[in-house]
Each structure stands twice: as structure tokens, then as C-alpha cells.
């Protein structure tokens, strides 16, 4: 369910309450799992677990689809085996769940269909049982994205599971389920709209009838663009997770509210270790409240013209803004973007690019800089690893190997034979890695690595990385400055995982991009000096 709250008024939006779990505080280097721990190195034996349930799964759901077809019911069996399917490894991939309880299955069916769809839903939450189960056995052994990966396939088999659900953060709202956020707004009698967001439920004819409400009165929508054109006077749009200030017009503030909401979805759901550590998955697993501490929204500034956007950030760094389209500045903790209706996919790319930021920095509340003196590689290569990200109906995904970043670093390593070794591309600060003449090159490399640490194998360097993420963010002064080596967390010495990383590349499609975008850094910059994103 779409998270979205439109303030009627200049001022701060109502309050927002209860974000949806998992909690985001800031997680302490000590909770990371030490890769010298036997247990942590067993995440390969979860994985063959998890593999053997979704077979025997499988296995039983291709008898119930055989029978099917065997009945001449040639749809309900197709239905039944893709269900079955294994999922798409190429790309990471999020289906939202569903917002309503399941109803029962109908007893008035035809009995061959009320028997199948009934051995189906069995299976299904048969299987789920068996995930969730799993997952609580690898999150004792220190696997926090693994076991919040299970936990999330144990929704999409089973959707009202009550342990799954609270995990995640949601709540019994009559016959839906929903976040703590939603569930306020709907007990403040608010109704959520496709272009205002949420509002007062009486407000709604009047909004679609051209009428605003604008310092406790009603005026047209055309009078209030025009207090809203200055910024001082911003339209706000409260989101779940986000505060969207724009003098552009409401509705471009909940389009993209909604953007970033999907966007965060997704990204949580792919490293949930950086924001939860094992001791705090564990009081999800075992009962304890999945109501989230209310925290200050992450903060983006959208300008209606790129002179309003120029004048806003003119001052407040030294970074040459003539040249973005988008920009972090970790000292106003917020995002700074522009319109430019003439380049709607880089305008999406920069929003996504620096919403990494944002998120990395805003989820441990740094102020400092990253990747100063080492590692700057994984700032980097993390945000255009996620400008990858796609939104097709209701599922989201990350990863796909066509995006032009990923055929650009196949096409730096395989064809251009470019490729800087990981020992000497980790040691790499801020200044070293801004500066170098190979500074496109390096950024392709850069994407090309995250994207590698992240799919290779099925995933089975995701925590590692993830890891490897907190430590960068960590804020400890001791372990952001030395945080421990890719090697180490992975187990493998850096001269393989330079011969994997190159095997790795030569599997990527060359085909055609999904969108074009330039293969040199984004145009946005991060708040950091000569930082380009």
C-alpha cells in the first residue's frame, strides 16, 4: 500500500507516528558477524537447505499441476508451475504483498477446482512454514539478510502468516494489512488519493472539484501555485519515510514520493543487516514489538527550475553546482533536485543516485565524510549500482545485467581489458579515486564490482558486502576509517575474487541498454569536495 501524506498547509504535515519496522537505528560495528565464526561461514549449508525446501515445494506443486492437466484444467496447471518457478537470480526482484487478508476458498467451487485450489494453499503454507522456520535458524547463526530475505518468500507463499507479517511491519487493520504509518492515517479518518496523497476524507470532492485548502481556507488550486511558488512556501508531501518539499506542484511531490517510497522498499529489503543487526532481528523473531522509533523523515528539496535549484545550493558548498542536475549535502542532512522536463530518465537516474546517499549517511546519522582515506570505491559504486533500479506494476527490482553501468564494466574488464586489482582499488581514498584520469573507467568498475558482490553465486557475497557497507558507515571513527577488508568478510583472497569478478563479467549480456545514461559519473554530487555522482 502506497504510504503517502499531501500538508494542506505551509507548515510541517501532521504528525507522522509509527514508521514500519524494522527499525532504522543506527546499528554498532560490534553487532556485525565476524567471518571467523564457523557459523557464520555456514551460510553456503542455509542456502543447500533452502534450495532442498523449494525443490521438494516444487516437486509437489508439479503432482498437483499434473493432475490438473491430466483433468484437462491446461490454465490451473500453467497457474500451479509458476508458481513452482525457481525465481529470476539474474536481478533482485520485490513483489509487494498482498494488502488484504485471504479470504477462504470458496466452498461453493466446482469440486475439482475447490480441490485443487485447496491442495494448493496447503503446499503453499506448508512451504512457508518450512522457510520461516529455516529463517529463524539462520538468523542464530548470524545471517541477518538471509533470514530477512526467507522471511519476505514466506509472505509471497503464505501472505498472512502473523510471525512473517510482524517481522516486517505490519498490522491487522480490519480485514488488511498495513504499516503503523498507514494505520494512523486511516484511524485519522484519511483517504488515500492516486494524485494528493493522503487527506482529510472530506477534503477529497473538493480537491478533485479544483479547490485548496491554503492557511485554513479554501482557495483555487491556480491562487495557491502561486503562493507555492515560493519555496519558503513549499508544497510538503509526508511520505513513510521521506518529507518532499517542492514549489513544482503537489502532485509532482507525490509522483515522487512514491518513486522513493518504492525505491526504499527495496533497497531495505536488500541490506537489511546495514540498518538491523542480529540482536535486533532476534526480538522481531522472538515476539518483540515491530513498532518502529518515530525518527525525522530523510529530506529531499525538488526546485519547480534549475535557477531556483542553483540559488538554493549557491553558498553552501564548494562544489561546482553548474554541473549537476542533483545533489546530497550531509551538512542540511537533504537532497537537493531540480525539473528539467527535457531529461526525465537523468532526472530519475540523479534521484535515485543520490537517495543512496541520503539513506547510507541518514541511517546512522553521520556528518562526516566516507571512504576518505580508503574504500571510496563502495560509495560510489553502490549508488549507481542502484540507479539499476526498476518498477514494473507492483513488483520492484535492482540488478538488471542489461542496465548500461553493468555493460559498461563488462565492456571495461572483457573487451578493454581495463581492470584496477581489489587490493589496490579497496586502498583508493575520496581524493585518489576523484582524481584519477581514469575516473569513467573506475566508476564502471565500480558498478561492475557491487554488482558481482551482491549476484554472484546466488547472492553468497550479499551479507559480506552488506557488512562491509556498515563498517564504511560505521560511526565509530576507528572502524569507518578501517573497516575490515573484502577479503576477510568474504573468506577468499583478493587474487580470486579479481579472477571470479573477471569470469563474472564475461556471463553479463551485451545487449541493447534498458535507458540510456551516460557511462561517465552522474551529474549529481554528493556533499562531499569534488565528488562527482
Known amino acids: 500500500m502506497l504510504m503517502l501524506l499531501a500538508a494542506a498547509e505551509g507548515s510541517a504535515a501532521p504528525p507522522a507516528g509509527d514508521l514500519p519496522a524494522p527499525v532504522l537505528t543506527p546499528r554498532p560495528a560490534s553487532a556485525a558477524v565476524s567471518r571467523s565464526d564457523p557459523a557464520a561461514n555456514s551460510l553456503a549449508l542455509f542456502q543447500k537447505q533452502a534450495a532442498a525446501l523449494h525443490a521438494g515445494f516444487a516437486a509437489r506443486l508439479e503432482e498437483l499441476a ?5 483433468r484437462g484444467q491446461t490454465v490451473e496447471a500453467e497457474e500451479i508451475r509458476r508458481i513452482a518457478a525457481p525465481p529470476d537470480r539474474a536481478r533482485l526482484r520485490r513483489h509487494k504483498p498482498p494488502g488484504e487478508v485471504q479470504p477462504e476458498v470458496p466452498r461453493d467451487l466446482p469440486p475439482d477446482e475447490r480441490s485443487w485450489r485447496v491442495q494448493l494453499r496447503f503446499e503453499r503454507e506448508k512451504y512457508a512454514k518450512e522457510l520461516y522456520l529455516l529463517s529463524r535458524r539462520a538468523l542464530r547463526a548470524g545471517h541477518v539478510q538471509f533470514a530477512y530475505e526467507l522471511v519476505h518468500e514466506v509472505i509471497a507463499q503464505h501472505p498472512d502468516h502473523s510471525g512473517a507479517r510482524s517481522i516486517l511491519g ?6 488488511a494489512w498495513v504499516t503503523p504509518y498507514v494505520d494512523q492515517m486511516l484511524r485519522q479518518k484519511r483517504v488515500l ?11 477529497v470532492a473538493r480537491y478533485e472539484n479544483g479547490e485548496r485548502m491554503l492557511n485554513g481556507r479554501w482557495v483555487s488550486a491556480a491562487q495557491e501555485a502561486e503562493v507555492r511558488r515560493d519555496f519558503r512556501q513549499a508544497w510538503q508531501v509526508r511520505t513513510e519515510h521521506f518529507l518532499i518539499k517542492t514549489n513544482h506542484s503537489l502532485e509532482k511531490g507525490v509522483e515522487l514520493g512514491r518513486l522513493l517510497e518504492d525505491y526504499f522498499g527495496i533497497f531495505f529489503e536488500t541490506f537489511a543487516q546495514f540498518f538491523q543487526s542480529p540482536e535486533e532481528m532476534r526480538k522481531l523473531f522472538e515476539g518483540g514489538s515491530s513498532r518502529p522509533v518515530v ?8 526546485f519547480r527550475t534549475r535557477d531556483e535549484y ?20 550531509t551538512a542540511e542532512r537533504t537532497a537537493f533536485f531540480f525539473d528539467d522536463p527535457q531529461r526525465t530518465d537523468d532526472l530519475r537516474t540523479t534521484l535515485i543516485h543520490e537517495a543512496t546517499h541520503l539513506l547510507l549517511s541518514e541511517a546512522r546519522y553521520l ?20 540507479e539499476s533500479f526498476e518498477r514494473d506494476g507492483g513488483e ?18 572483457v573487451v578493454d581489458d581495463y581492470y584496477v586489482p581489489l587490493a589496490e582499488f579497496t586502498a583508493m581514498g575520496m581524493v585518489e579515486f576523484q582524481s584519477s584520469p581514469n575516473i569513467s573507467k573506475n566508476y564502471s568498475q565500480a558498478a561492475g564490482l557491487v554488482h558481482f558482490f551482491v549476484h554472484f553465486n546466488d547472492g553468497a557475497y550479499r551479507t559480506a558486502f552488506g557488512e562491509y557497507l556498515s563498517d564504511l558507515y560505521s560511526l565509530d571513527p576507528r572502524v569507518r576509517q578501517r573497516p575490515r577488508r573484502l577479503d576477510e568478510l568474504t573468506g577468499v583472497p583478493f587474487a580470486e575474487l579479481d579472477r571470479q569478478y573477471r569470469a563474472y563479467m564475461e556471463t553479463l549480456p551485451t545487449a541493447p541498454a534498458v535507458r ?10 554528493s556533499a562531499r569536495p569534488g565528488t562527482a555522482a
Request: aromatic share 12%; hydrophobic share 35%.
Open 170 to 175: 505490519y498490522v491487522r487493520h480490519g480485514d
Open 193 to 203: 488519493t492516486e494524485k494528493y496523497g493522503w487527506l482529510p476524507r472530506d477534503h
Open 295 to 302: 525518527q525525522k523523515p530523510y529530506e529531499v528539496h525538488f
Open 516 to 525: 540510456s545514461s551516460s557511462q561517465a559519473p552522474a551529474r549529481g554530487l
Open 310 to 329: 542553483m540559488e538554493a545550493l549557491r553558498g553552501k558548498t564548494l562544489q561546482p553546482i553548474e554541473i549537476t542536475t542533483g545533489m546530497y549535502l
Open 66 to 70: 499434473g493432475k490438473c492437466a491430466a
Open 367 to 386: 556528518r562526516t565524510h566516507v571512504g576518505e582515506r580508503s574504500d571510496f570505491w563502495a560509495v560510489e559504486g553502490i549508488a549507481c549500482y542502484m
Open 396 to 413: 520492484t527490482s535492482l540488478g538488471n545485467p542489461e542496465y548500461v553501468r553493468f555493460r559498461a564494466a563488462r565492456h571495461r574488464a
